[in-house]
């Protein structure tokens, strides 16, 4: 069976963490590299932990590209209520060994895409800075881009703490804008699918149960999921997996084709994206929105991921 080539941009970040664990144990994908972007964390610290998780998870082999140090026009806003001062706190994670790539994220992106003989599918689970750039510096490559599956936004309301915008977007805004006009299809895991599927806090023991995997990914869920716990939550949101756990199962989800746009004006509502649900304006729709899923078939691919990795980390 063809693997489906994809690269990940991401901001680690628990639940990017657990997109990356997740993806990584497909046989359905083919990981051609991983670049970070500022958003939960400070540049510095993203590229830290995806290096990390790779040398958790004894993948050397994937190569690791550092994004863009900030947001495109907008100042650095990181996200360390949620993810502690390393952008992922909680678990043991060991310090990274294999060297990062010499170019930059951007370039990265941009060689890969070319060398590939597919076209292949972009994975941003953090701010659309890296690939707002990729997009404006090389439009000659779009054509080689089947689509972008993105964890962001949400048709109905936000989790910024600006009420109506969802992190990844409002965070980097103006590169949200570029991404959504740039005419690349684009697959929407916003809030409205990623906050239901969520790990209820007494399924995370049957993560615990499975191999060193399966603790990471219980101990991710047990630093992430503190807030959602006191906030009387069922359990802990993965927002950034569902966007792999699309690629890997699409059944798993409802979606709608609609146009959606993103706000750059409004005070309360900067960097939220505005869905046309009932195509009222009749504008072309641009976006694939998910609007449903099946959380337990979720849970389960997440559960098995765990056993495609041994006991013991291979080198
Ligand atoms: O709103 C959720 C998103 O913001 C997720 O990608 C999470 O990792 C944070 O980046
Ligand atoms: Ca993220």
């Known amino acids: 069976m063809k693997k489906i080539p994809i690269l990940m941009d991401c901001d680690p970040g628990h639940d990017d963490a657990i997109a990356i664990i997740l993806a990584l144990s497909s046989e359905k994908l083919d990981v051609l590299g991983i670049t970070s972007v500022c958003g939960n964390m400070t540049i510095e610290k993203t590229t830290k932990n995806v290096r990390s998780i790779c040398e958790f998870l004894g993948r050397r082999d994937i190569p690791i590209a550092q994004g863009r140090s900030g947001p495109l026009l907008t100042s650095v806003y990181t996200a360390g209520v949620a993810h502690g001062k390393s952008g992922l706190d909680g678990p043991?994670?060991?310090d990274p060994v294999?060297?990062?790539q010499k170019e930059s994220a951007v370039e990265f992106l941009a060689k890969k895409i070319k060398e590939s003989e597919e076209n292949v599918v972009l994975v941003p689970t953090g701010p659309l800075t890296n690939i707002a750039v990729l997009l404006l510096c090389y439009p000659e490559l779009i054509s080689k881009i089947d689509k972008i599956v993105l964890m962001g936004g949400s048709i109905v309301g936000g989790c910024s703490g600006r009420g109506a915008s969802e992190f990844?977007?409002?965070v980097d805004a103006y590169a949200a804008d570029i991404v959504f006009t740039s005419g690349v299809p684009i697959v929407m895991m916003g809030l409205d699918v990623t906050n239901k599927n969520t790990i209820h806090f007494d399924e995370k023991e049957l993560f615990r149960e499975k191999g060193r995997v399966g603790k990471m990914i219980a101990e991710l869920a047990d630093f992430f999921g503190r807030g959602f716990e006191m906030l009387g939550w069922p359990g802990v949101p993965i927002h950034d997996a569902c966007t792999i756990a699309y690629l890997i199962q699409p059944e798993l989800f409802t979606l709608k084709e609609m146009n959606v746009e993103i706000d750059l004006d409004g005070k309360d509502t900067f960097?939220?994206?505005?869905?046309?649900y009932y195509n009222v304006e009749g504008k072309d729709a641009n976006v694939l929105v998910a609007l449903d899923s099946d959380r337990?078939?979720?849970?389960?691919?997440?559960l098995d991921a765990c056993d495609a990795y041994g006991k013991e980390v291979q080198l």
Do not use: C, Q, R, W
């Open 296 to 302: 337990e078939g979720f849970v389960k691919l997440l």
């Open 271 to 276: 960097g939220s994206t505005v869905g046309d």
């Open 92 to 94: 043991e994670l060991p």
């Open 168 to 170: 990844n977007i409002m």
């Open 98 to 100: 294999a060297p990062l």
